[in-house]
Structure formats: structure tokens, C-alpha cells
């Protein structure tokens, strides 16, 4: 079996070569090299093929191997300075101190750093990971194969070597596939090649293909079947596919999200601050102090403390949890980047059928042209949908119910089917060909109205076949608009005798129909969808209706869940008038239009598109296949579990129930996301911000350095500790109620407002320490240093407190538990350090309880400058977070 695996190729050039000899070959000869039938594998020889050669995936993201990643966490700037410091000091104070003076505690303390930061960041990102894989785990994606000569849906991952699998409308192809039989197949090829336009598949090849694209008998992972229904055989699959070779050779990046770039933005400025900033802060100590070994290591603690290295955890873990967070209310994200959009989604745009309906659609009525009852309408219908091998959707399945609750399955035993004629979005119809007993034939048609008058050149009318005239067209158009006032949506019903003796049947043959009745659908309002349009409306999103049903339809469900918005006129806006609309009147419409009708899957995203040109973060919600363009257009694609795989695999969100309440409370998770990402981003950059020109002042100024390079490493790991519950942190109410957008110039203002708040205070402390408290000599430095330590570790830590929150903290705004418990916890271990064991070993001393006094005066007053300064900054932007 294992030889089976080495028919692929081992590179680019030798699957190329694989697939176009596969192409070439006779499907007989594959059935044999493969060992299977066209009938496909039985269940048992399916389970030992899987066993054997695993599971139909393609490797990603190597380098998340456990072993590997555990290393890595203990390589990042913090690390990687305190590994030098501690050398440094093995050497100094261990291995060439004088004898007996020997001092292993500086050495021993910075190692339990290391090994605590290090397994810390292991945890969290292995956590964010972990959550991620299984979250994707939860959406379900499937295939149709033969096994024991039936169609049964499994798992894509269990798709195996030689399978025959069945392709319909909508479905990914599971691997890389030999096209056996198919009719009207057109495949999507824009994953490999780029190339919008479907291509149209064959069982063989028209000319010589000259590469494994150009192999019309082939289609690939990773593209999806636009139209038509085909069985294929699986020639490779996992990493041995087409696709599967382009990954080993290219790591594709995603591109970034404006917020993600606007974080970049923001830690490139800092490190590039502290690359300018640390050289000054060396070279100064080293003159000012003549022991340069000393400076160097300050310098490079100084270094760490400035460098934003808790950023990517505190992203990570705060996105990880928010996906959590989603799951349990059955929002599954399949892209951790996308939680943060989802939050910044200011317009929503969504499909009718299943978000603002029950999705249970039920076959109401059955009517002639006169809008009578007629079984025999319900005949037709049922015939076009059982006989069908596309994908069944929900008016397919409930003609079919109430036929069989109508104990009429014998229609479907009497005949048997010559061909079918896809539906394509395009035609927006689809027909069987059938024949009966005596070798009589039928064609019937069903699709939209509009679409089917076009093609009958006859109508059923009261008894006698006549000729399609434009009065009877009005009368058949006046019918079907009742029923659609009524919220029913209207299939048209046609059928003709004079069907041609062959076995292959276009679109061509679907004309001269004679129109013989209607199938009216009713799918009524959910009962929750007004609640929760009225909530997103509430929160700022603003939903806009796109749908391919008819204008009637939509128009009286829209009206009854209240999506028209006030003080907007109350119209629909249909495809073919966006067509002739100049680039103004486009504009225009989607600013004051709510419904959208009759659209084509092209003209969803053309509208998807402008909102986002008029400065809109967008969300697009939809479950077919025509919803596949808009949900990659859209910043965040929503779809649900039952929707078809192409809507899935192009989503960032999949919903496992569909229902705008789930959104309403993805949207709210996505705006506590981003606000606690962005509390810390501002926390840090204002913070450190400060601190470069507090160390700088000092430096200049005092006669020895203004802390110990161990003290530093110390307090930043601590503060560290601190700000990991920030993702844990709740929201004011006022920030949950609007759309937040990454605003860079909002950070630029914070900085300016905070930085030299968090300077002045640090350089009170300085002033104290040295004029008040007389530590002014080198033989004092231990407790300057101590009481700086002391200051700036309480103050950074509690800063979160007032950061966090536009409001007056701890009396009108309180954090969570989790971040509470850890900053007070960060704060009492701090005043613990200079009396505990770890105080020698830090270089610090005992401080007395006047200082005490002192640290709670400067807190005070740190605390009332910055909510004088919230007010200032309220004031004039009115915003804070």
C-alpha cells in the first residue's frame, strides 16, 4: 500500500507530470493501478486504506511542533538579556569572585525568570493554539462517496485513495479528482490560478493539456463545482494533491487587518524608540559613572523593560478567549484575527432566507395559473426535485415532504430519468428529462417566475394549451405577485411532450415550455429576529438585506422584523436596476436602501464592496452558493454548519445556529476583545513612553544608576504578571454600544497626554528619593534603588485600574476578579521583596513605614492627576479607550 503514496510526485515539477499522465490514462487502467471499481470501496476496505495511509489533510503550520515551540518561548528579548545577565554574573559573582565570596542568589533568582516566563508563554500560546485547532474541528465539512455501492456523506479527512466521490452545486472537491462522468460541470479554479470565470470539466480532455491545470478531466482541492453534478475518482489526496505540493514550497501569508498593522505600526515605534533611546542611556552611565561593564547591563535591562514583549500574548490569549467565549454560544471562529473585526462590523449584510426566517420552509400551495389548487402541479414538482442530483435545497426537500406526507411517493417509482439541465444562478431554473413505461418523455422546468416566462411559449389555461401572449403574461405576473404580498415565495411549473429521442439534453432544450402552475413556499419570520435587529441596530450595526428572492418576498418579511430604518424610505432596490445606476446613484442607494432583491451572486459583492469604499467595516452573512463572492469580499464572512462547503471554507465565522442573536452576542465578545487589546496597547506605549525619558534624566543626575539591572529585569517580569488577566477584563457599557475601529492617531493622543504624566511622577519619586529621604550617595543607591523599584512597580500595576476604563475606576468601573486578584497579588509581592530571602540576592534593602506613606501619597496623586487629565481628554475627544 505504501507504494501507493509514492505515485505522487516529491516535487512541483513531478506532480505536474502525475496528474497530466493521470489525465491521460484510460479510466479503466486507473480503476485497476487503484484497485477499486466504480462503484467505489467497501466500508471495510475503506477503513484499512485510511488506516494505512492516513488521513485526507494537508500539513500545516510545521512549526508548531510542541518540542519546538517550548524552546522558542524562552527566546524572546526578556529571555534572552536575563541568559546574558546571568552568565555575566555566573562570572562575576561565581566563578572569578575572590574566595569565599562567592554568590550563587543573583544567578539562581534570574534562572527562576527565565524558567517562569518562559513556561508561561508556553502555556498561554499552546492554550490560544489548542483553542483554535478545536474550534475548526467543530465545523463540519463533508463529501459525498460510494461505499458499499451506495452515496454516503463522510468527513473530508476520510477521503481516501480511489474513492468514486459525487459532486453537486456548492461542494469543495475534496482532492484531487479524475472527472469519470458529468453533466454541465463547471469548476471554480480562482484558488490555484486566480482566474474568475468557472472552467467546464469533462470526462476527457478536448486538446493535449500542456500543465496540470490545463487537464479538463481534472479538479483539484481546494476549488469548488459552481454548477453541474459529476463522479469522480480520487487520484491523490493530503499532501500528495496538487495544493498539497504548493504548501510544502510557499508558507501563504494571510494579509493583515487594518488593527493588525495598526499594532505593528505601534511596537515597530516603540523598539524603534528604544534602539534610539538605550545607546544614549549607555553611553551617559558609562561616562557619568566610568563602569562601563555596569552600564552595558543597565542599558540591556533597560532595553527589556521597554520592549512591548507581553504584546503578542497579550493578543493571542485575549483573541483565544474570546473565541472560546464564542463557541459556548455557538460561534465557532475559524480565524482568531477575525474577532476583533467582528467587533468594528458597523453594517451587516445578510441573506433573507433561514437569518430572518425559521429556515423551515413548508410547501403551502399548489396551484394553476388561475391560482386553484391542482394536484397535478404538485406532481411536476415533486418529479423535478426527487429526480435531481444537485444539491436538494430547502423547496426541493419540502415539495418532496409533502408529497410523501401526501402518500405520493409512487410518482417517483413510475419513472425513470433520461438527463438533467443543472441550475446555475445565472438561468435560475433546472429540469429533468423523464421517461415512463411506454417511452413517453417529459421535460419539466422549474425556477423563478421571471426566468420561466422567458422560456414558455405556451400556458395551461383553463384546459387548453395557448400560446404565451403578453395579457396572459400580465395575468401570470398578477398572480404571483399576490402570493408574494402575501410573504410566500413563487417557483414556476412548465413542462413539454415533444422531447427529443437522445440521451443529452443543454439549455437549449428548455424552450417552448408550456407554463402550467406554481408552487407557493412560505418560510414565516423567526420569532427572535425583530429582538435582535433591534439589539444590533441599538449597537450601532446597521443591517442591509441582500437577497436573490423576490422584491415582494422580501420587502413583507423585512417589513415585519423591522429592517427598514427610520427616517429611510421603505423600498427595494432590485439587480437589474443596479445595473444601469451610475456610480453616484450607487452610492447613494446603499446609504439609504435596507433591501435588496433579485441580486446575482457578482452583484452581492459589487455592493459588499462599495459599503466598504464609503469607509464601512462589513460583515456578510450567508449559507449558498452565491454567497461565496460576497463572504470573501466582506472584512468578516459569516455562514452557518448547514451551509454548503463553499460558503463555509470562504467564512471567518461559522454560526451553528443561525440566528442574528448568536451575532449580537459575537458582536459584543468581538468589541470586549478589542478593548482589552487595545486598553494594554495604550497602558504599554504611554507607559513606556515615559519611562525612556525618566531613565534618561536620572542617568544624567544621579552618581550611581538608578536601579540594578536585576532589579529592573525583576520589576518588569512582575508587571508582566500582572497584565496577563488583562483579557479577562470586562467593558464599560458605553464602550459596548458602538463599532471601535483601530484609530492609530488615538494612541498618538493618549501617549501624548499620558506620557509625560507617567514621566513627571517617576521624576517626583526621583526628587524625593534623593533630596527628601537624603538617598544621595553611593553607599545609599541600594535604597534609592529599592524605593524606585517600589514606586514604579505599584504605580505601573495599578495603572491598568484607571486606564481601563473611561469612568472613575473602582467606585463607578471595577475590572474583573482575575485582573483584580493579579494586581494586588503583583502589588503586595512587590512591597514583600526588600524583607523577604530574595531581597539580598535583588540588592535591595528594608524600607521604613514613613516610605510606605509615601508610596500611598504618590499613588494618590498619580491617580487624581489622571482622572483630572481623563476629564481634560474626554472633554475634548470624547473618547478614552
Known amino acids: 500500500m505504501k507504494k501507493r503514496k509514492a505515485q505522487g510526485a516529491e516535487s512541483r515539477a513531478g506532480i505536474d507530470r502525475y496528474i497530466v499522465g493521470i489525465s491521460a490514462a484510460e479510466i479503466s487502467e486507473l480503476f485497476e493501478r487503484l484497485g477499486t471499481t466504480p462503484q467505489g470501496y467497501t466500508s471495510e476496505k475503506a477503513e484499512e486504506l485510511l488506516d494505512d495511509l492516513g488521513k485526507n489533510v494537508i500539513d500545516e503550520d510545521k512549526a508548531e511542533n510542541p518540542l519546538k515551540a517550548f524552546l522558542l518561548a524562552f527566546f524572546n ?49 499552546s492554550k490560544s493554539r489548542g483553542a483554535a485547532q478545536k474550534l475548526k474541528q467543530m465545523v463540519n465539512s463533508t463529501a459525498a462517496v460510494f461505499r458499499d455501492g451506495k452515496i454516503v456523506e463522510i468527513p473530508m479527512s476520510d477521503i481516501v485513495l480511489g474513492d468514486i466521490v459525487h459532486l453537486s452545486s456548492g461542494d469543495m472537491i475534496p482532492a484531487d479528482v479524475r472527472v469519470i462522468s458529468c453533466k454541465d460541470l463547471f469548476i471554480s479554479q480562482a484558488a490555484l490560478t486566480g482566474e474568475s470565470e468557472p472552467v467546464e470539466k469533462f470526462p476527457e480532455n478536448k486538446t493535449e493539456p500542456s500543465s496540470a491545470l490545463d487537464c479538463r478531466n481534472i479538479a483539484f482541492t481546494g476549488t469548488n463545482v459552481v454548477s453541474g453534478a459529476a463522479r469522480a475518482l480520487v487520484v491523490a489526496a493530503g499532501n500528495e494533491t496538487y495544493f498539497g505540493h504548493i504548501a510544502k514550497e510557499v508558507s501563504e501569508t494571510a494579509k493583515a487587518t487594518g488593527f493588525e498593522r495598526g499594532v505593528d505600526d505601534v511596537s515597530k515605534l516603540l523598539l524603534r524608540l528604544m534602539l534610539v533611546m538605550v545607546p544614549i542611556i549607555f553611553v551617559v552611565n558609562g561616562i557619568v559613572k566610568s563602569d562601563w561593564l555596569g552600564a552595558f547591563f543597565f542599558a540591556l535591562s533597560v532595553a527589556v523593560g521597554l520592549t512591548p514583549e507581553l504584546l503578542p500574548m497579550i493578543m493571542t490569549s485575549t483573541l483565544a478567549r474570546g473565541a472560546l467565549v464564542m463557541s459556548k454560544q455557538k460561534t465557532i471562529v475559524k480565524d482568531l484575527s477575525s474577532i476583533q473585526t467582528f467587533g468594528a462590523m458597523d453594517v451587516l449584510c445578510t441573506d433573507k432566507t ?70 446555475d444562478f445565472n438561468r435560475r431554473r433546472m429540469s429533468v428529462v423523464l421517461e415512463d413505461a411506454t417511452k413517453k418523455r417529459q421535460l419539466i422546468t422549474k425556477g423563478a417566475v421571471e426566468e420561466m416566462v422567458k422560456i414558455c411559449g405556451y400556458v395551461d389555461y383553463k384546459g387548453e394549451i395557448l400560446p404565451m401572449t403578453d395579457e396572459l403574461k400580465r395575468e401570470v405576473f398578477a398572480v404571483t405577485n399576490r402570493l408574494n404580498e402575501k410573504g410566500l415565495r413563487v417557483l414556476a411549473i412548465a413542462q413539454k411532450n415533444s422531447v427529443r429521442d437522445i440521451y443529452s439534453f443543454g439549455v437549449a432544450d428548455e424552450s417552448d415550455m408550456v407554463l402550467i402552475g406554481f408552487a407557493g413556499f412560505l418560510d414565516p419570520p423567526k420569532k427572535s429576529a ?65 433591501v435588496f432583491a433579485k441580486l446575482a451572486p457578482s452583484q452581492k459583492s459589487k455592493l459588499v464592496a462599495l459599503l466598504q469604499e464609503e469607509g464601512h467595516t462589513v460583515g456578510y452573512m450567508g449559507d449558498g452558493i452565491n454567497d461565496a463572492p460576497a463572504l470573501n469580499r466582506a472584512d468578516v464572512g459569516i455562514s452557518v454548519d448547514s451551509g454548503v462547503d463553499i460558503a463555509k471554507e470562504s467564512a471567518d465565522i461559522i454560526l451553528l445556529e443561525k440566528d442574528l442573536m448568536v451575532l449580537e452576542k459575537g458582536v459584543m465578545e468581538g468589541r470586549r476583545t478589542f478593548g482589552n487589546i487595545v486598553k494594554y496597547i495604550k497602558m504599554a506605549a504611554s507607559s513606556n513612553f515615559g519611562n525612556m525619558f525618566s531613565v534618561l534624566i536620572a542617568s544624567l543626575s544621579l552618581p550611581f544608576l538608578p536601579m540594578r539591572p536585576i532589579q529592573i529585569l525583576t520589576q518588569n517580569m512582575l508587571y508582566d504578571f500582572s497584565q496577563t488577566m488583562i483579557p479577562l477584563d470586562k467593558m464599560d457599557d458605553e464602550y459596548m454600544a458602538a463599532p471601535r475601529k483601530w484609530d492609530a492617531k488615538s494612541i498618538q493622543r493618549f501617549v501624548f497626554y499620558m506620557g509625560p504624566v507617567s514621566s513627571f511622577f517617576d521624576l517626583l519619586t526621583f526628587l524625593a528619593l534623593y533630596f527628601v529621604f537624603g538617598f544621595n ?30 469612568k472613575i475606576p473602582f467606585i463607578e468601573s471595577r475590572a474583573s476578579k482575575p485582573l483584580l486578584a493579579s494586581t494586588l497579588v503583583i ?17 535591595m534593602t528594608a524600607i521604613t513605614p514613613v516610605f510606605m506613606i509615601f508610596i500611598a501619597l504618590v499613588l494618590a496623586l498619580y491617580a487624581a492627576a489622571v482622572q483630572g487629565i481623563k476629564k481634560v481628554y474626554l472633554k475634548k475627544y470624547d473618547s478614552w479607550i
Open 827 to 843: 502589588s503586595v509581592i512587590g512591597l514583600l521583596l526588600p524583607y523577604s530571602p530574595l531581597g539580598p540576592g535583588l540588592e
Open 777 to 806: 550617595t553611593p553607599e545609599l543607591s541600594s535604597s534609592f534603588q529599592t524605593g524606585w523599584f517600589l514606586v514604579g512597580l505599584i504605580s505601573q500595576t495599578l495603572i491598568v485600574h484607571l486606564i481601563r476604563t473611561a
Open 354 to 423: 433561514g437569518t430572518l426566517t425559521e429556515d423551515k420552509i413548508v410547501l403551502e400551495m399548489y396551484l394553476d395559473i388561475h391560482g386553484s389548487d391542482d394536484l397535478r402541479i404538485l406532481k411536476h414538482a415533486y418529479l423535478n426535485s426527487y429526480f435531481q442530483t444537485g444539491v436538494k435545497n430547502l423547496m426541493d426537500i419540502a415539495i418532496i415532504e409533502r408529497a410523501h406526507r401526501d402518500g405520493q411517493e409512487e410518482w417517483g417509482r413510475i419513472y425513470t430519468k433520461v438527463d438533467e439541465i443543472p441550475f
Open 530 to 594: 425583530q429582538a435582535a435587529i433591534s439589539a444590533l441596530k441599538s449597537h450601532g450595526v446597521r443591517i442591509i438585506v441582500l437577497t436573490g428572492d423576490n422584491e415582494k418576498v422580501a420587502e413583507t418579511v423585512c417589513a415585519q422584523v423591522g429592517i427598514f430604518t427610520e427616517g429611510l424610505p421603505k423600498k427595494c432596490v432590485l439587480g437589474h436596476q443596479l445595473d444601469k445606476m451610475s456610480e453616484d446613484e450607487l452610492k447613494r442607494a446603499i446609504r439609504e436602501v435596507s
Open 77 to 125: 528579548p526578556f529571555s534572552v538579556v536575563l541568559m546574558i545577565v546571568a552568565a555575566a554574573s555566573f562570572l562575576t559573582e561565581v566563578l572569578f569572585a575572590p574566595a569565599g565570596q562567592a554568590s550563587w542568589a543573583t544567578v539562581i533568582i534570574i534562572l527562576c525568570m527565565i524558567i517562569i516566563s518562559g513556561v508561561l508563554k508556553f502555556s498561554q500560546e
